[in-house]
Every structure is written in structure tokens, then in C-alpha cells.
């Protein structure tokens, strides 16, 4: 009885923390629907073809960050972020840029990544 006890509670443990790698890598995928970005931000096609190049290498390291060491996935999504917001910056007008930045802001926010 005590050993199927101890296995339960193994399982359970092992259970639970399967679940919480696999929330953890979800909290990291940044994948968005581009079409409604595009019309949220109000982007010309040439900006389009520019930011689902930017985000796709965001999501690329993103998902990096989410496999790396606990002790470095924090570091890792900074840089990732700093260097997306440098690129959208650059293909963004002052206002697509700022609607961005809250955009991204709350999702960072929402999946607990900042």
C-alpha cells in the first residue's frame, strides 16, 4: 500500500512537472496572426514583407530562450526582445512603433516572460 502510494505520488510529480515545462514553452511561442497585425498597425505591403521577416527571427529566439538553462532564458529573452524593437523601430513609423511596443509589452506581461 505505502509503495503504490509513493508511486502515485511520483507520477504525479513527474505529471505535473511535464505540465509545466510544456506551459513554458507555450508562454514562449510568440507566433501571432500577421494579417491582423498588419491591419492593427496599419502597415503597407512593403512593411508587411519586413516585420513577418522580423517576427519570424523573434519567434526563432523566443523558442531558443524557452530551451535554454532556467538561469538564462530571462537574459535571453531581453536580447531578443531589444533586438526586435530595434528592427520593428527601424520598418515602423513613431505611430505603428508605439502601438507596437504596447502590444508586445502586454503579451510579455500576459505570458509572464517580463
Do not use: W
Amino acid at each position: 500500500m505505502v509503495v503504490a502510494m509513493m508511486m502515485m505520488t511520483t507520477v504525479s510529480f513527474a505529471e505535473n512537472e511535464n505540465n509545466n515545462a510544456i506551459a513554458s514553452v507555450e508562454a514562449y511561442n510568440m507566433s501571432v496572426n500577421m494579417r491582423k497585425l498588419a491591419v492593427t498597425l496599419g502597415l503597407t505591403v512593403d512593411q508587411m514583407e519586413a516585420v513577418q521577416d522580423i517576427h519570424a527571427a523573434f519567434c526563432n529566439e523566443m523558442m531558443l530562450a524557452a530551451n535554454a538553462p532556467v538561469d538564462e532564458r530571462q537574459i535571453r529573452v531581453d536580447e531578443a526582445v531589444k533586438r526586435d524593437v530595434r528592427y520593428m523601430h527601424y520598418i515602423l513609423n513613431d505611430k505603428q512603433y508605439r502601438t507596437y511596443l504596447m502590444l508586445l509589452n502586454v503579451t510579455l506581461q500576459n505570458r509572464g516572460l517580463k
